[in-house]
């Protein structure tokens, strides 16, 4: 199963694809974590000590790789030719770091802008990645994407079996994160999950979400203050303690919506 999380800047979206990587592992799934952001911090989230988690260098800013995979060097200019379907069999094992037993991270990184066209060498050799990833009944690919919807402009976001829009408790906010639910909807993405975070009233979120006239089951993750603090002493999800409210919540999302995969 693949699990897109999405959603805009400063939702949460690291955290909860952290706390869920975790949970699934916990669970018995073989997971492989994939950080697509443009400012990569899945790894801290997750637990991997600073000093280790900066010397990550994401796939798409390995040059060297991306030119010997796809016959092109990023950045080079417009009308290059270079191979769509790049060879990528062997970066999992490469490439991707052991966090825990059956839980691994890849950085992939996201494709800078103001240096790539929307259809590039770095974009290729990332579809190609995620597209090649052919996954038993007991493994789990779980995205933590780009904020925004540059992941569905760029064709990121296809073969995904689930996507978790992550929203704050506020009608902008969730506004926006229906709009991004209708454009994988356009994609083909079947389940579709709006998260709303960092919840400190249950039913007035409620209410604002059912005020959109929602087309999309949702959930509600409570504002939890030990967040705050793992993140100023950049500590990952692994150190929250069992009655974390973050934690308790995703582990609802993970029994309501995903606990029929274990049987």
Known sequence: MKILVAGKG??????????????FSNEGFNVLALDTDSIP??????????????????????D???????????????????????????IIDKYALQVKNNLKLLVIGSIDSSR???????????????????LGRKDVVIVDSEAGAEV??????????YMLCVCEPTLKSIDIGIKLCDMAKELGIRNIVIVINKVTDYNVACKLY????PKYPYHIIRYDEN?????VEGQGVNILPKNSPALLDVKSLFKRFFSCMKK
């Open 10 to 23: 400063g939702t949460g979206k690291t955290t909860i694809t952290a706390l869920l990587s975790h949970i």
């Open 41 to 62: 911090n899945l790894a801290l989230t997750l637990g991997i000590p600073y000093e280790k988690a900066k010397t990550i260098i994401p796939i798409v800013k390995n």
């Open 64 to 90: 060297k790789l991306i030119e010997e995979r796809t016959g092109a060097k990023p950045g080079e200019g417009w009308g290059l030719l270079f191979s769509l379907t790049p060879n990528v069999r062997d």
């Open 116 to 134: 790539e066209g929307c259809l590039c060498p770095a974009i290729a050799f990332a579809k190609a990645l995620i597209r090649h990833l052919l």
């Open 152 to 161: 569905f402009g760029r064709g990121l976001a296809e073969k995904f079996d």
């Open 210 to 213: 059912e005020k959109l006239n």
């Open 227 to 231: 967040i705050p603090k793992m993140d």
